[in-house]
């Protein structure tokens, strides 16, 4: 009679783990097929609005940059800002990275990256810190980057150009 009760319980432990199993897969299975949901994208909108009215009380700079969600980034990597050839200044933001923690991609990455955004408008293209220098910290404070840290040991910027110094 146990031994039955116990065969039962494995079985519906089984019957559960196969479930919770299918579910996480199928979860996976549709956050890499689709665009973030329309709940993050909004927040992504409303916080690029307020980056857009800082950047200009701050610093006169009326440009835009782009926020683009990417999963072709390097998987170690949150966001990136790159200065391209053309001089366009793009932010990627890595799309698996909101699966984990979508606040911290949007209070304390974007902020990041814009930061370097301004840099680069600004003509600054410091290689101090892998661009983290202390003008960079200040702009990010400014944007209200929730972790301005200038230690961070991740390379996030991308330089396009051969003669910028020029
Ligand atoms: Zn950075």
Same mark, same amino acid.
């Given at each position: 009679?146990?031994?039955?009760?116990?065969?039962?319980?494995?079985?519906?432990?089984?019957? +559960?783990?196969? &479930?919770?199993? *299918?579910?996480?897969? %199928?979860d996976?299975?549709?956050?890499?097929?689709? =665009?973030?949901?329309?709940? @993050? !994208?909004?927040?992504?909108?409303?916080?690029?609005? /307020?980056?857009?009215?800082? *950047?200009?009380?701050?610093?006169? @700079?009326?440009?835009?940059? =782009?926020? @683009?969600?990417?999963? /072709?980034?390097?998987?170690?990597?949150?966001?990136?800002?790159?200065y391209? !050839?053309?001089? !366009? +200044?793009?932010?990627?933001?890595?799309?698996?990275r909101?699966? /984990?923690?979508?606040? %911290?991609? &949007?209070?304390?990455v @974007?902020?990041? /990256?814009?930061?370097?955004? +301004?840099?680069?408008?600004?003509?600054?293209?410091?290689?101090?810190?892998?661009?983290? =220098?202390?003008?960079?910290?200040? +702009?990010? $404070? $400014?944007?209200?980057g929730l972790?301005?840290?200038?230690?961070?040991?991740?390379?996030?910027?991308?330089?396009?150009?051969?003669? &910028?110094?020029?």
């Amino acid at each position: 009679m146990f031994i039955q009760q116990l065969r039962k319980f494995f079985l519906i432990v089984v019957i +559960i783990a196969t &479930i919770l199993l *299918t579910y996480l897969w %199928y979860d996976d299975y549709t956050f890499a097929l689709n =665009p973030l949901s329309k709940d @993050i !994208q909004k927040k992504i909108y409303k916080k690029h609005q /307020e980056l857009q009215y800082l *950047t200009y009380k701050y610093f006169k @700079i009326k440009r835009v940059f =782009p926020i @683009i969600v990417t999963d /072709e980034l390097d998987a170690s990597k949150f966001g990136m800002a790159v200065y391209s !050839q053309n001089r !366009q +200044i793009n932010i990627y933001l890595n799309k698996n990275r909101f699966k /984990e923690n979508e606040n %911290y991609m &949007i209070d304390d990455v @974007i902020p990041h /990256e814009y930061a370097h955004a +301004i840099m680069f408008a600004l003509g600054n293209f410091s290689n101090e810190n892998n661009g983290h =220098p202390k003008m960079w910290q200040d +702009i990010c $404070k $400014k944007l209200n980057g929730l972790r301005c840290d200038r230690f961070v040991n991740h390379k996030d910027i991308l330089i396009e150009k051969t003669n &910028i110094f020029k």
